[in-house]
């Protein structure tokens, strides 16, 4: 698998830091103003916590209707509960994934009292045809997680998607979501494929990563250079390196969110304000 020319970096990208749930600290990296930009994906945060106090209170029942969540846990236990019913363990390596449809009410809470607690959470949009579908949820263990190692040693983990012939864990029709953990051996090199009409991004958690030329620090996202001439990318690493390559196809559909809602109208926000007001959401 040879990339003729690989993506360059736009843009790097710098989190916020705050807390959400009942206080737990975070960096949000993918913030509303770069949702168009980043098309299909809404939000990404960063959690990387030792100290129990920045993350014991977890987030406990929240609603969310009109899109996906994606929560990936590299160390930690997380305890999943929803109004369907579902409840599930999410721990170090496992993946869940919740398409929250037409409306879900959830809490994730720490199954831990002390030790690090890292992760990162990734929404993901619905089309407008999919927004009101049922609820659905589906925890993946680390086993259940596909990987390979590549002729040069980079060991890459498929959540979604498929990389060099292997089928990720979740595969989606509309937004063809790419969700690639890459753990990149000193002097490793690791190419990809890419449409060129994919949005893309590139997320350091440790080390630090060449693009195109450009250096990616730790704790960074890159926001990868939409290209019609390029396939791919390639990725460099001076150091060992561990990032996340997150890809998808853009849904190109109006944008209305208002906090844990996201629709297409206002119309359809102030309704689904009215839903879990009445608690009609996750009927």
Do not use: C
Not at 26 to 46: E, H, I, K, S, W
Not at 211 to 232: C, E, F, H, K, Y
Not at 247 to 265: D, H, S
């Amino acid at each position: 698998m040879t990339i003729q020319k690989s993506r360059t970096v736009e843009t790097l990208v710098e989190g916020r830091a705050t807390s959400d749930g009942a206080g737990v600290k975070l960096t949000r990296v993918l913030t509303g103003r770069l949702q168009q930009r980043l098309d299909p994906f809404l939000m990404l945060d960063a959690f990387a916590n030792e100290h129990a106090d920045d993350y014991i209170g977890g987030f406990p029942d929240h609603p969310h209707r009109g899109f996906e969540t994606v929560t990936y846990m590299i160390a930690g236990r997380m305890r999943h509960r929803d109004s369907s019913g579902n409840e599930g363990l999410l721990q170090n390596g496992g993946m869940q994934w919740m398409t929250a449809g037409r409306g879900v009410i959830h809490s994730e809470m720490p199954e831990q009292e002390g030790g690090l607690m890292e992760g990162f959470q990734l929404w993901l949009n619905l089309p407008a045809k999919d927004k009101m579908i049922p609820a659905w949820y589906r925890d993946f263990p680390s086993e259940a997680i596909p990987q390979l190692t590549t002729p040069g040693g980079v060991t890459v983990r498929v959540l979604a998607g498929e990389s060099h012939g292997v089928a990720g864990a979740i595969q989606r029709t509309a937004t063809a979501p790419l969700y690639l953990d890459l753990h990149l051996p000193a002097g490793s090199r690791f190419e990809q494929p890419l449409p060129a009409g994919h949005n893309a991004f590139v997320y350091v958690y440790r080390g630090e990563a060449t693009i195109g030329g450009s250096t990616v620090p730790v704790r960074r996202m890159a926001i990868l250079a939409n290209d019609t001439q390029a396939d791919g990318v390639e990725i460099e690493s001076g150091a060992d390196t561990r990032l996340l390559l997150i890809a998808g196809q853009p849904l190109g559909e109006p944008i209305a969110q208002y906090g844990p809602f996201v629709m297409n109208t206002e119309a359809e926000l102030q309704q689904a304000i009215s839903d879990y007001r009445g608690g009609r959401l996750a009927e």
